[in-house]
């Protein structure tokens, strides 16, 4: 970089406005967000090669998805996302371009989702590390406890987009990795749909630019939620550990995403445990027990169970018993 780390903090300041009567945002030693309601916050981190390749994805890409993956998070507790705060370690190699790339695809998330940039901070390292910290706002949270035995088990959309993305990536060529990394706007990119005959673009959206899901129309009837980023199963396990409960999964009323078939068939990979344990969907998992709102959206695929274990329920083999499989970080 050719800039000084004063001369990018300018940068920025230009570029991220904050509404005064919200608060006080950069250019302070800590940011002010006067809120209505009680705060939600968190955090997450995305580190290269952990998280994230550079061969296929962009800076500006890591822009967006940094605020995605924190806002999903805030979501998952029934709240509305209000500011971000982002702080990144970079390589001395990195160019003023990658820089301000990273800061596109954060402006373009923050307006998707309708927030401010309220600060952060800018360091050496040897590898890429991008850290976000939320704030959002709720007069009343869900949270992962609250699902009782016959509460009906929903989700917002179809798994398994992410990690058939992730696995088709991995497998092209360079010269393939280096085009699919100059895509700001999938939907125009129609390549891979032409090859294969399905919505390929979607997949790879999924896991280069995820767009966390507002769960406004239907947060006031879930007894409890979480962002099943980690894996459908991983994390249904997580809120029925929490619950002292077990869980049954239909697996005919599973959506599959004809692309995610497509792509599985392609890699040799078989479809369900992408769906089931891929991870980085960024979908909800509502536990409600209303049966009716699937005019929200929401897609019932089983129900909570007394005891403990998820099972899946096959309509040929019966109930088999699940391993909570999925992303883990050690």
């Given at each position: 970089?050719?800039q ?17 009567n919200l ?9 002010l967000?006067?809120l ?20 296929y ?7 967006f ?17 209000r500011g971000?705060?982002?702080s990144v370690g ?17 402006n ?10 309220l ?16 704030i959002g ?6 949270l ?9 088990v929903?989700?917002?959309s179809y798994t ?7 696995n088709f990536?991995k ?10 990394k100059t ?13 294969f005959?399905?919505?390929i673009?979607?997949?790879l ?7 966390a ?15 099943i ?16 409960v ?15 078939l ?10 369900m445990?992408?769906?089931l ?19 929200l959206?929401l ?7 007394k005891?403990?274990?998820?099972y899946?329920?096959d ?12 992303w883990?970080?050690?």
């Open positions: 970089m050719k000084s780390e004063l001369e990018i903090a300018r940068e920025i300041m230009s570029r991220f406005p904050f509404p005064e608060g006080i945002g950069i250019g302070d030693d800590a940011a967000l006067r209505k309601k009680p705060a939600v916050l968190t955090a997450d981190l995305m580190i290269e090669e952990v998280h994230f390749d550079l061969k994805s962009s800076f500006y890409h890591l822009g998805k940094i605020v995605s993956v924190n806002v999903s998070d805030i979501y998952a507790m029934g709240g509305d996302f971000f705060l982002f970079l390589p001395q190699n990195i160019s003023d371009e990658e820089l301000r790339e990273l800061f596109d695809g954060i373009e998330a923050l307006n998707y989702y309708e927030g401010y940039l600060g952060g901070d800018l360091s050496k390292s040897e590898k890429v590390v991008l850290s976000g910290f939320a706002e709720t007069d009343k949270p869900v992962r406890k609250g699902a009782e035995p016959d509460d009906i929903f989700i917002t398994g987009l992410s990690s058939a993305g992730f990536l497998n092209l060529s360079q010269d393939e990795k280096k085009l699919v895509v700001k706007y999938f939907r125009d990119f129609k390549l891979y749909n032409d090859i005959g399905v919505n673009n979607e997949l959206e999924s896991h280069l630019m995820p767009k899901r507002k769960p406004d129309k239907f947060r006031h009837l879930a007894k409890a939620m979480i962002d980023s980690d894996g459908l199963l991983i994390d249904l396990h997580r809120l029925c550990e929490e619950n002292e077990g869980a049954e999964i239909y697996l005919q009323k599973i959506p599959i995403h004809p692309a995610v497509k792509i599985a068939e392609y890699l040799n990979i078989e479809p445990k992408l769906i344990s891929g991870g980085e969907d960024y979908e909800l998992l509502v536990i409600s027990n209303q049966d009716d709102i699937t005019a959206g897609i019932p695929i089983g129900k909570i169970v005891g403990r274990g998820i899946l329920i309509p040929l083999k019966g109930k088999i018993p699940a391993k909570p499989e999925g883990q970080h050690f």
